[in-house]
């Protein structure tokens, strides 16, 4: 008996995948629990598995296409089974999610459970309401050129001012299902871009529009400030230096500052727990654990790992747990455990050079911490001139829920803790 | 005053007069100009000058025009449609009487109001509406207010003996009596509400007897005894300024029209009519005045001219007087200056 | 700085009366219950004890009386506030409320002013039955004359109660008892009123307006805050006046989203609801993408009493939640 494979529910909030790589081909055999495809939601790859042994008879849905959870991607059937008479359920059209001059290929993504069979191509042009009557005699439109994505094809208020603002066809779904709050419309498809001749269409990819995304549903939703503060590196570059070639020796691990980083925010969130928290329209939810976030920069793009429990671990286990999920994102071979969590970040721009920044918080939190470049610089100690490891701190929060002076306080703390190591590397080396 | 006495109906001639010749005078004076004005808008009536409907207090004169006579220009008046007497004898100018019964702009409702419904609050007669007895709530309410306040006025209540029937008669008297307000219950008993009789209205004869079960005394007299239910109301009215409470006075009386001027009165026996008219209030009083001296053929000629000549230039005023503006119908809905727009958007 | 304290829609309404008896010696407030026993919902607790029995009045069990007495006062210059027990008790008062308070002004050319307000305690999801639960607010908005004003808010209510007793015209006043303590909300500690006639939006949103009054008003947030979640974004009007109806604010916000749904705690048929779908259709037509949508009782007499059945009767978040889905999926 074939069975259908299906996209499965990949996290509560999310709607739809797309098919990233079918791992067999068409009329391979395949193992029970062998990966048979792999998903891309959001940040991360899923690899689904497959549900009996048997031959992949038949791929329903190339790669690279969006489809929406329930929706069958493929046949399953027993060794020397025949599939002629299965007849699939309706396929969605087969667009990239690249730009494509057609704009009717996006409306599968919006009935994502939806029993209706749409044709694509069919919009009612007769069920004109009174407030399309006006906007097309207002503006003179050609309702032939409309789309209509609203029941039975009928052409709505909406499309019509999206066809005015020339932007996608609307996200806003007609299904009694869940969507994330329509900050950004990734979905959907534009009219065709004509580039210039000193112009370059490049497409975007799914993790960059997911990043985007991202970022700015953050600035959407947190009032975003950022206040600074910069800490005498000096004690933690003595350590550090005595103990790198010792410790490389040891674990075969690079000791860096970032275990050490980590170690003094928590202290810090420790004792301004509001930090740890993230926000409802009604609730604040203070984080009793620790997760720390952690950026990580990819050429795909950018992607925050999560060290769980970071109160609890060692600076050789974080250091180990940072390698590890480093190697995996750049591999590509997150999961979504890997990702998902984070009570606080920490984002390391300083890598690259940058003496100060103003970063965005990872949503929901409340507040990400950015750090810098350590750099010598001239400082005034008990009235001194002195040459310091100095590093900036950069602390974005979100001041919907915490004020300034708490914001402030509690990155002094961190300065406090990156420069009194010994206050608290007894405890924990 | 004694409590719930039935004193027969003989004016007492002999003794002195209640009032001075002044007073009598005057007195006679409003009951004249109010059967004048009564009979002649009748006729106006007929000749198709009124609009709507006109409700003649012809033969009850004396039950409105005595207590408005007794009572100050700040006592509130709580009438229904047949004290023409009351509006008279407050002052409300005929031409205005006149213009509101040929529904003029002019008019005090400016045309707004079903015809015989006087009133205004700079005489503090509330303009009635149709319901009966639901004045004698608004003026117990009235009457309510001076308690509040701590003035001597009174509410006067006009009603006939049909309007007793209402639930909302019996919880305006029910209240006055808890209340002990200063107020005075008129009732014209005139054995017929519209065309239904005194004895299917209750099973009472007296409607007197209903002031006791609300603890307050009753009196029933003759209505067309002008010095009796001058006596007797202004006894009524001075207790009610003492705070000693309400006093409700039934007046036997008699209306000699139909209801209304479309009604015949067919329902009634004619003798009954007969007998009425017999004891018209106004001859009556007339004989008494003179008799007492207060009043001579020549003052009742001089009145007589007066009150023609009144009635002249009013009938004059209100013919010539414009009717309302069609729109004007969306005045007064709410206080100046509030919701106007809300009504007149209509017009749009 | 100024001091603000969180009051119930009870508490709200009896320092509205307290406040404008002492600011004002012509208010009086007259009733069943009300003096000595502070009324059946404390509305009144406290008043008789500072202004005496007669600025607190005990009536008789005359619904007719308290109003018509009113009537007859505010005509010689007081400011009465009687209360009506119970909106299902008003029937005996129903010939003073129409004939006498609303139609003094007019009949007597604007001679007269019936400046009073009647407070009636009304509203049903209370198991309170056929006899506790009525609002008959469509009686009173059907009677030009009257302002009919419906709080859902303990702010609106105090403001709107000042207002009215302000007001020189005849008020009519629902409180809805469901609300009376349930509602709490932060008021300033100044003397503020609420302007009569004035809508008031109470979330903003772009997809869909709701129209609703009291309790109606708290159920439309609650389900505006559900749909939230789903991407749905609903703007509730809070109509606070009844009679005149702010259809500026109205309008202003169906052109703005395109579709209306009206919700009313009342029989279907005669209501409220159609009033303004009506006004809707006529002054904003070429605005509606989406046929008006009513969420409203069955018409049926108001409220059956065993408690499916009384479910089954008022509207509710989910079904206001459901009529919302049904016009965005048209």
């Given at each position: 008996m074939p069975i259908s494979i299906v996209v499965p529910q990949l996290g509560e909030s999310v709607v739809e995948g797309t098919v990233g790589k079918w791992l067999k081909k068409e009329g391979e055999k395949v193992a029970k629990d062998e990966p048979i495809v792999e998903i891309m939601t959001d940040k991360i790859n899923v690899e689904i598995p497959s549900p009996k042994a048997g031959v992949l008879a038949k791929i329903i849905v190339p790669e690279n296409t969006v489809v929406p959870i329930g929706q069958e991607i493929g046949i399953l059937a027993e060794v020397g089974e025949s599939i002629s008479n299965i007849s699939s359920s309706a396929s969605p059209a087969p667009a990239k999610t690249e730009i494509k001059p057609q704009p009717t290929q996006a409306k599968p993504e919006v009935r994502a459970s939806s029993s209706v069979a749409v044709d694509d191509d069919k919009t009612d042009q007769t069920r004109l309401s009174p407030a399309v009557r006006r906007l097309v005699k207002e503006h003179n439109?050609?309702?032939?050129?409309i789309n209509g994505t609203g029941s039975g094809g009928r052409i709505t208020r909406e499309d019509i001012l999206a066809y005015l603002d020339k932007k996608p066809a609307p996200s806003v779904p007609k299904t009694p299902v869940a969507t994330k709050a329509p900050v950004f419309e990734p979905k959907g498809v534009s009219a065709p871009i004509s580039a210039g001749p000193l112009e370059e269409v490049i497409p975007l990819t799914f993790v960059r529009k997911k990043i985007a995304e991202h970022m700015v549903k953050s600035k959407h939703t947190a009032s975003h400030v950022t206040t600074w503060d910069e800490a005498d590196m000096k004690k933690l570059v003595e350590i550090r230096e005595k103990l790198k070639e010792p410790f490389q020796k040891k674990h075969n691990l690079k000791l860096t500052y970032m275990p050490f980083i980590m170690k003094a925010t928590i202290f810090a969130l420790k004792e301004y727990p509001n930090m740890n928290a993230s926000m409802t329209e009604e609730n604040m939810i203070v984080k009793k654990y620790y997760h720390l976030g952690m950026a990580v920069g990819r050429d795909v793009g950018l992607i925050v790992v999560v060290v769980r429990d970071c109160d609890k671990k060692s600076i050789l286990e974080i250091t180990r747990e940072i390698n590890e999920l480093g190697d995996k994102a750049r591999a590509d071979k997150l999961s979504l455990h890997d990702i998902q969590g984070s009570t606080f970040t920490i984002t390391n721009a300083g890598m690259f050079g940058a003496l100060a920044s103003t970063p965005i918080i990872n949503y929901p939190e409340v507040g990400i911490l950015g750090i810098h470049m350590i750099q010598k610089r001239a400082v005034v100690v008990d009235d001194q001139i002195v040459i310091r490891p100095m590093m900036t701190m950069c602390l974005s929060f979100d001041h919907r829920l915490i004020d300034g002076h708490y914001a402030v306080q509690f990155l002094q703390r961190v300065k406090y803790y990156l420069e009194s190591p010994e206050e608290w590397l007894l405890n924990i080396m | 005053m004694p409590v719930n006495t039935k004193v027969a109906g003989k004016a007492k001639e002999k003794l002195a007069a209640p009032f001075s010749a002044e007073e009598g005078k005057k007195l006679y004076y409003y009951l004249l100009k109010t059967r004048t004005v009564d009979e002649a808008n009748r006729k106006f009536f007929r000749q198709g000058k009124l609009l709507g409907t006109y409700f003649s207090a012809v033969g009850q004169e004396a039950t409105t025009v005595v207590p408005t006579f007794l009572s100050r220009p700040t006592d509130a008046i709580g009438p229904s449609h047949r004290e023409i007497g009351c509006s008279i004898t407050r002052g409300i100018p005929l031409k205005f009487m006149l213009a509101h019964l040929m529904a003029k702009r002019t008019g005090m409702d400016k045309g707004k109001c079903h015809p015989c419904h006087y009133g205004g609050l700079e005489y503090r007669i509330i303009t009635p509406a149709s319901t009966m007895a639901a004045q004698t709530i608004v003026v117990t309410g009235c009457a309510l207010a001076f308690k509040i306040r701590g003035e001597d006025n009174i509410g006067l209540g006009f009603f006939g003996e049909g309007a007793t029937a209402q639930a909302g008669w019996h919880e305006a008297m029910n209240f006055a009596g808890v209340q002990k307000l200063p107020i005075v219950y008129i009732c014209q008993n005139n054995l017929w509400a519209e065309s239904v009789p005194a004895r299917l209205q209750a099973?009472?004869?007296?409607?007197?007897?209903?002031a006791k079960a609300y603890g307050f005394p009753g009196i029933t007299i003759d209505g067309n005894d002008v010095v009796q239910v001058y006596v007797t109301v202004k006894e009524a009215i001075a207790r009610a300024r003492r705070g000693e409470g309400p006093t409700m006075i039934e007046c036997k009386t008699y209306r000699w029209?139909?209801?209304?001027?479309?009604?015949?009165?067919?329902?009634?026996?004619k003798d009954e009519l007969e007998g009425w008219k017999k004891k018209d209030p106004i001859p009556r009083f007339e004989k008494y005045l003179m008799d007492q001296g207060m009043l001579t053929p020549a003052d009742k000629t001089k009145m007589v001219a007066d009150i023609e000549k009144e009635l002249e230039e009013a009938f004059e005023f209100a013919d010539k007087s414009p009717l309302p503006a069609p729109e004007e119908a969306l005045d007064d809905v709410y206080a100046p200056g509030t919701f106007e727009d809300w009504v007149k958007g209509w017009l749009k | 700085m100024v001091k603000m304290r969180t009051v119930t829609l009870i508490d709200a309404i009896n320092e509205a009366m307290k406040e404008e008896m002492e600011r004002d010696e012509r208010v009086y407030v007259i009733g069943e219950d009300i003096g000595i026993y502070g009324g059946v919902f404390k509305a009144t607790r406290g008043l008789q004890s500072l202004f005496g029995p007669m600025r607190v009045i005990d009536s008789p069990l005359s619904e007719n009386l308290i109003v018509g007495s009113s009537v007859g006062a505010a005509a010689m210059g007081l400011r009465p506030v009687p209360e009506i027990q119970f909106s299902d008790f008003i029937t005996p008062g129903m010939d003073q409320i129409i004939q006498q308070a609303a139609k003094l002004r007019y009949r007597s050319g604007g001679s007269f002013s019936v400046p009073l307000v009647i407070r009636v305690c009304c509203g049903g999801e209370v198991g309170g039955g056929l006899y506790h639960s009525q609002i008959n607010e469509a009686w009173f908005v059907h009677c030009p004359g009257l302002v009919v004003i419906a709080p859902a808010f303990p702010y609106d209510a105090k403001g709107l109660l000042k207002a009215a007793i302000r007001d020189e015209n005849p008020c009519i006043y629902f409180e809805h008892k469901k609300l009376y303590r349930s509602i709490k909300q932060e008021i300033p500690d100044t003397d503020f009123t609420v302007p009569l006639g004035k809508a008031e939006i109470k979330r903003k949103g772009k997809d869909v307006t709701i129209v609703a009054y009291m309790l109606m008003v708290h159920k439309s947030l609650e389900a505006a805050e559900k749909l939230a979640k789903e991407g749905i974004e609903c703007e509730v009007i809070d109509m606070r006046t009844l009679l005149p109806i702010d259809k500026t604010t109205i309008l202003e916000s169906v052109k703005k989203t395109g579709r209306a749904i009206i919700v009313q705690e009342?029989?279907?048929?005669?209501g409220v609801a159609g009033e303004i779908s009506s006004i809707i259709t006529e002054e904003a037509f070429e605005y509606l993408d989406a046929p008006i949508k009513r969420v409203t009782a069955p018409d049926t007499p108001p409220i059956p009493f065993s408690p499916p059945l009384e479910h089954f009767w008022l509207p509710n978040a989910d079904k206001i939640i459901k009529a919302v889905k049904e016009t965005m999926a048209y």
């Open positions: 439109i050609d309702i032939s050129k | 099973a009472i004869t007296d409607y007197s007897d209903r029209y139909g209801h209304s001027e479309i009604d015949p009165a067919d329902y009634r026996p | 009342a029989p279907k048929t005669g």
